[in-house]
């Protein structure tokens, strides 16, 4: 009995729904926040994207009649689970994931790729010409950032000779100074992440001055809420799972720290997560600053010229240093 | 008609509302993939009837109905149909209002462009920069509250000159606003000339050449940027324009970029009239009395605004209400312009393209109906147009 409440307490409360979606918010304000500050506006207040989400929830959820009604209706639900479900592979208090399974980093990758995935079936299933547009070009962009994301996210997987997030962030906590090697890898994962997450210089399936709302032009009310939702979680997720296995040497492994009768290690380590989280998110939204946004086929252009050239050249380096210089 | 040729293309409508038009208008574009294959443009969404209304008003009604054609080029309606009048009545305008009008002219241009910019970037998906430039804009609608009182309608022209003088006392205060915007409009050349993604997004997009230019009769920024050097400041200067020293900036490159390139070095221009304004005008009257009935005759007159030429011809057969007023806004002439351009390029790229030519709808709502297909060329009645507005059926 005690077992099931306590799967059921990180599943629902920590660090599963309940924190994931108060994280979610918190990240798209300080997305947000970031956004308006380097463009010289104020930005929203705190409780701005939850007060968002609560009037979206209220409003009049439209099905337009010629719709595919099953797709159009559980596809937000598809998309949400899969990405609160990869929260379980990644550690976020300690090295340690809630359930670490040997592989999960291929899962987690799995379970991540859904998300755009989701964008195309949205567009395909919606039976109007702007999310038709916008799902065709979410699924062209698919085939570019997929790659270089994948590869750049293997990299510490080699490193550490582990294809589990645990694995790898066990790997970095002795070895801190291995994260410099994966710094090329970084940088081309922060962006295939900007991609995949199709924020701006990458917003092409949303592209508001070309094809209005995107994928999401038929979305109204509760199912607007759960996608909009699922992008906020999407950003968490993708910023953690950055943070465990390219910042994983950022943790208190060996150390521990003894207050008072009780360990606060794990609440350090959470903070320092916390903080390596906020850090990509506002690394990704200078990003979201700083460019004009590209067209589909510069996109590919670049994803491919650079963005898999600085993947495969992330790998040889983490090949060389493995082979050489040894784990 | 278009649409049965091309049963199974997909037709995607841009409009009469969309995020990437500020205003109403419609295009429906045929597209096979990315690629438009060819774009019907449907404008007219935004008709008011001015021209019809002022011949029902006064000539001295008429400023106050011409001044809200447009927002942003205000004022030079006015001071195109106020030149125009002027010109009939005979009446020679003070040198010191004459100056006062090209004041405001420029800065009306420096705000016209500004804005431009940002929403430039905008439609390019870079909010930053349309949230900088507006920013920068406020400046001078600030400047503009206090000369004129207005931001937007400045209601600063009458007959035989204008309503309120420039007060000395500002003059150091606006020379810090010019410093600053020369200082903001350098960074944005450099910017613009600089940032990698914005060059990807306008090099060589909807290159207009110079035999185009010249054969569509395009006007203003548009038609400099293909290297037309055409200006009415200098090929018919009017107000204090033979006075003032300026360039007429042209660029040989012909896309988007060059259009925005060009209009960010007018701006610089504008400001280098501007503090030659603030150095140099002439003391004296700011206006001269006009008479309220206009005699009988005509005038056409020529006016640069921010957006290319803007032509007003008056006709009056001697009473207190015109004959007939005819505006040819800027937008009017770079329809045609943009209708070649959208051709063979991206969807990506049609809200760019479509705003490159800087459009104002509202200035060029016309009800004349052009039936290509058996050459005949009709005017619609306003009754039938209520009765169509009534029947909710949008455009003509």
Not at chain 2, 296 to 315: D, K, M, N, Q, T
């Amino acid at each position: 009995m005690t077992g099931i409440l306590e799967a059921a307490a990180y599943l629902l409360i920590f660090p599963g729904f309940l924190f994931l979606l108060c994280f979610g918010l918190f990240c798209e304000w300080v997305d947000r926040r970031v956004y308006a500050r380097l463009q010289n506006r104020v930005g929203p207040p705190i409780f701005q994207p939850f007060a968002d989400l609560i009037k979206l929830m209220g409003k009049e959820d439209i099905i337009p009649t010629n719709v595919d009604r099953l797709l159009f209706q559980y596809m937000p639900l598809i998309a949400f689970a899969s990405v609160m479900t990869s929260v379980v592979f990644i550690p976020v208090w300690g090295t340690s994931a809630i359930l670490p399974l040997p592989g999960d980093l291929v899962v987690t990758l799995y379970l991540f790729s859904i998300l755009p995935l989701s964008f195309f079936v949205i567009g395909w299933s919606s039976a109007s010409l702007y999310p038709l547009v916008g799902g065709f070009r979410a699924a062209t962009m698919l085939f570019g950032y997929e790659v270089p994301f994948i590869l750049t996210c293997l990299a510490p997987g080699m490193l550490a000779g582990s294809w589990s997030v645990t694995g790898i962030m066990d790997y970095l906590a002795v070895h801190p100074a291995s994260m410099l090697v994966l710094l090329p890898g970084f940088a081309v994962a922060l962006v295939a992440l900007e991609a995949k997450l199709e924020r701006p210089p990458f917003d092409i399936p949303h592209a508001e001055t070309e094809i209005v709302g995107g994928v999401f032009t038929e979305y109204s009310g509760k199912k607007l809420a759960v996608m909009r939702m699922t992008e906020d979680i999407g950003l968490v997720v993708g910023a953690s799972l950055l943070a465990a296995i390219f910042l994983g040497g950022f943790v208190l492994g060996d150390q521990t720290f003894v207050w008072s009768g009780m360990d606060w290690t794990p609440f350090f380590n959470f903070l320092l997560y916390l903080a390596k989280a906020l850090v990509i998110v506002f690394l990704l939204a200078m990003i979201r600053t700083l460019f004009a946004r590209l067209r589909i086929d510069q996109m590919l252009d670049f994803s491919w010229k650079y963005l898999a050239m600085g993947g495969l050249f992330q790998l040889f380096i983490v090949m060389v240093y493995a082979g050489f210089i040894g784990r | 008609m278009a649409e049965k040729e091309n049963n199974k293309k997909i037709i995607i409508p841009f409009g009469p509302q969309h995020p990437a038009f500020k205003e109403s208008m419609r295009l429906d574009l045929c597209v096979d993939g990315e690629i438009v294959e060819y774009a019907d443009i449907i404008v007219s969404y935004n008709h008011r009837g001015i021209e019809k209304a002022a011949e029902q008003r006064t000539f001295l009604q008429n400023i106050y109905l011409i001044e809200r054609v447009c927002g942003i080029c205000s004022h030079s309606h006015t001071t195109c149909y106020c030149a125009a009048v002027e010109e009939i009545m005979g009446i020679e305008v003070p040198e010191r209002a004459q100056y006062i009008r090209s004041f405001i002219g420029e800065l009306e241009r420096i705000q016209s462009h500004l804005l431009w910019i940002g929403v430039t970037g905008h439609e390019l998906g870079w909010d930053t920069l349309l949230m900088y430039s507006w920013k920068d804009r406020e400046r001078i609608n600030d400047m503009l509250e206090r000369i004129t009182g207005n931001r937007i309608h400045y209601a600063m022209n009458t007959f035989g000159g204008v309503r309120r003088d420039l007060s000395p006392g500002d003059f150091p205060r606006f020379k810090e606003d010019f410093d600053f915007l020369e200082e903001r409009t350098k960074y944005y050349l450099h910017v613009i000339a600089e940032e990698e993604t914005f060059l990807k997004r306008t090099r060589g997009i909807a290159f207009l050449p110079t035999e185009m230019a010249r054969r569509l009769c395009a006007v203003g920024p548009t038609t400099r940027a293909s290297n037309v050097r055409i200006d009415a400041r200098a090929d018919d200067p009017y107000a204090a324009y033979p006075d003032l020293d300026f360039e007429v900036v042209t660029h040989d490159s012909g896309d988007v970029w060059a259009r925005t390139y060009v209009k960010a070095l007018e701006i610089l221009q504008s400001i280098r009239m501007c503090r030659q304004v603030l150095d140099e005008i002439p003391g004296g009257e700011i206006r001269v009395k006009a008479p309220l009935k206009v005699p009988e005759g005509e005038a056409i007159c020529r006016y640069e605004a921010p957006r290319g030429e803007l032509i007003h011809y008056v006709r009056s057969s001697g009473g207190t209400m015109p004959d007939r007023i005819k505006i040819r806004s800027p937008t009017f002439g770079n329809w045609v312009v943009a209708t070649e351009l959208l051709k063979g390029i991206c969807i990506a790229d049609v809200p760019i393209v479509v705003y490159a030519i800087d459009p104002c709808m509202s200035c060029s709502a016309r009800i004349t109906v052009t039936d290509s297909a058996r050459g005949t060329v009709t005017e619609t009645t306003f009754d039938a147009l209520r009765r169509r507005g009534r029947q909710g059926k949008g455009a003509v």
